[in-house]
């Protein structure tokens, strides 16, 4: 007890804080996501995510092996469809020869040890906006899941390592696994956003893609009859367990920071390697507050960063990928 016991003794310099710290980032944590569009020669910011980019696939070939001699070993890909060739079906998202299938050989053209994990969901490619097929005001769920099963075969036809289905469809996975298995691609895997809410930090990343839901007559303003309504805890967990089960390799959060306490709930109930996705949200709210000078950018990014390794997090997707590895050297 104090006196005898004082916990400031091991607070007293840099040298045993470090020898001391429990957490640490690496370069190894991080999960990089790319956007995509048609082109040559782009590299566009979004403007709702300062010193983010869409990349053609000449420059992504470029940023991809920049990636790599930086330490980071693992990209998730995201394709900016044009609209004109979005339909209900999502039918260009089978395209072999579409934006997304062309990007994943892109990658590993450039740099073959690169892993490759791939968005699978229908929103980018859907004329309404929405991760399934829309029919009479309701998003179907078993035939949206038929149309991913066959996504993510295509995926790994053009060289994806894993698929990352997005949607929140029920019985994906296992339709997922088994058209792999159908198809030959025992290895490929899957990585499974288990415990995705219907959060309100989504919208940049939705800019970057053209990809908000459409609000017209008969059809779902928003996502929430297939993302998790943000009260719910037990929910994750249940919805976690089912993915693991139907052959999630690894299972994911998302958002981050509003759901840490989620993160370290699936991190101790589940045996499989937990992502969390620190949102375009969370991203752009750290820019525009360090912009007007309001927090330390830097300061504030490690934090957030650490406080989601802390939590549970295995694997960290993270637009701050690039900036944290030059700065944790």
Not at 81 to 91: F, I, M, Q
Not at 141 to 146: F, K
Not at 233 to 241: G, L, M, P, S, V
Not at 307 to 323: E, L, Q, W
Request: with cysteine; glycine share 6%.
């Amino acid at each position: 007890m104090y006196p005898l016991i004082r916990n400031r003794r091991l607070r007293q310099n840099d040298s045993i804080r470090r020898l001391v710290r429990e957490t640490y980032l690496n370069p190894n944590d991080f999960l990089v996501p790319l956007f995509v569009v048609e082109g040559k020669n782009i590299k566009e910011e979004i403007a709702s995510m300062p010193n983010y980019y869409r990349y053609s696939l000449d420059i992504l070939a470029k940023e991809v092996k920049e990636l790599w001699n930086m330490g980071l070993c693992s990209v998730l890909l995201f394709a900016k469809v044009p609209d004109h060739l979005k339909d209900n079906e999502g039918t260009e998202a089978l395209n072999a020869n579409g934006l997304m299938q062309r990007a994943i050989k892109t990658v590993k053209d450039a740099c073959p040890e690169m892993y490759v994990m791939t968005d699978v969901a229908m929103d980018p490619y859907s004329s309404y906006g929405h991760d399934g097929i829309v029919a009479e005001g309701k998003i179907l769920n078993d035939e949206t899941t038929d149309i991913l099963a066959q996504m993510s075969v295509s995926h790994a036809q053009a060289g994806a390592d894993m698929v990352a289905p997005s949607d929140m469809m029920d019985g994906r996975i296992l339709a997922i696994r088994e058209a792999l298995e159908d198809e030959g691609f025992t290895d490929t895997g899957i990585m499974s956003y288990s415990a995705k809410y219907a959060s309100a930090f989504y919208g940049p990343f939705r800019d970057a893609l053209d990809s908000a839901p459409v609000a017209i007559k008969d059809v779902p303003k928003d996502k929430q009859t297939y993302q998790m309504d943000p009260a719910n805890r037990k929910e994750a967990i249940k919805e976690t367990e089912m993915d693991i089960d139907e052959g999630a390799d690894i299972v994911m959060v998302k958002p981050g920071l509003c759901y840490l306490d989620i993160v370290r709930d699936i991190k101790n109930a589940v045996e499989v390697p937990v992502a969390v996705y620190q949102v375009s949200g969370e991203y752009a709210m750290l820019k525009a507050a360090s912009q007007k000078g309001w927090l330390n950018h830097d300061a504030v990014m490690l934090e957030q960063l650490t406080a989601i390794k802390r939590a549970g997090a295995d694997i960290i997707a993270s637009y701050f990928a690039k900036d944290a590895v030059k700065l944790l050297g």
